[in-house]
């Protein structure tokens, strides 16, 4: 039970590329995060998926796209990378319901640099 | 809108010292509370949570957490911090009936041995 995988764990890419990072659950979790943490700021809500085939903005959505064709796959598109995109990236999921039944799963966190 | 704020940026303690790290939260209705640690160049681990009940939650690796809800805090605690303690803490609330985890801006504590 690998719990969230994150891929790649690295990368550089230069302003304008663009990449797509992939995480992946194997405990059949209902919802699915992308997060961004940069020094200072904490951790803030890139998007957010409730449920195969459905996507939500998050605190700070702008440059980014995702998708969640699969139940266990929830993947962060950068069309055009910026500077500004510099950070580390995790991922998080979580059964649905309330209460003491749930909890956060985070992956080990992508560092991406953009030059 | 919901918000976490955690009041201290860096604390810097010696060995033995006790810790306190403050939280509060802004949110309507029922609200869950977390605390998570990373250490250097790590991913965030679960400390401890609040759901409902006891509002003195205990955690892992001797923390501790009072929930006291008419004053919207969460504050973190600790004895006697070691020098492995060293790492940065974040507050983080959900609403009942919420999807999204909100964390506060963290709190980095060093440890000097």
């Known amino acids: 039970n690998a719990g969230v995988t994150q891929t790649p764990k690295f990368r550089v890419l230069k302003t304008g590329q663009s990449m797509t990072l992939l995480c992946a659950q194997d405990m059949n979790h209902e919802y699915m995060y992308w997060y961004r943490q940069d020094p200072g700021m904490g951790l803030r809500l890139i998007h957010y998926s409730v449920g195969e085939g459905t996507t939500a903005k998050g605190e700070v959505p702008d440059g980014y796209n995702v998708s969640r064709l699969k139940k266990q796959n929830f993947l962060l598109g950068l069309e055009s990378a910026a500077p500004s995109q510099t950070s580390v990236y995790f991922c998080?999921?979580?059964?649905?319901?309330?209460?003491?039944?749930?909890?956060?799963?985070f992956g080990s966190g992508t560092r991406l640099t953009v030059v | 809108a919901q918000s976490v704020s955690q009041h201290n940026h860096h604390v810097i303690l010696s060995e033995a010292a006790s810790l306190e790290l403050g939280c509060n939260y802004s949110?309507?209705?029922?609200?869950?509370l977390f605390w998570y640690v990373q250490y250097p160049g790590q991913h965030l681990q679960l400390l401890l949570k609040?759901?409902?009940?006891?509002?003195l939650v205990k955690g892992i690796k001797g923390f501790e957490a009072e929930f006291i809800k008419s004053k919207f805090s969460f504050n973190l605690r600790k004895p006697s911090v070691q020098w492995s303690d060293t790492a940065e803490y974040f507050c983080?609330?959900?609403?009942?009936?919420?999807?999204?985890?909100?964390f506060g801006k963290g709190t980095l504590l060093t440890v000097n041995p």
């Open positions: 949110y309507g209705g029922t609200v869950n």
């Open positions: 609040y759901f409902s009940g006891d509002p």
């Open positions: 998080a999921s979580r059964q649905s319901g309330t209460g003491k039944t749930y909890g956060y799963t």
């Open positions: 983080a609330a959900s609403g009942g009936s919420n999807y999204k985890l909100t």
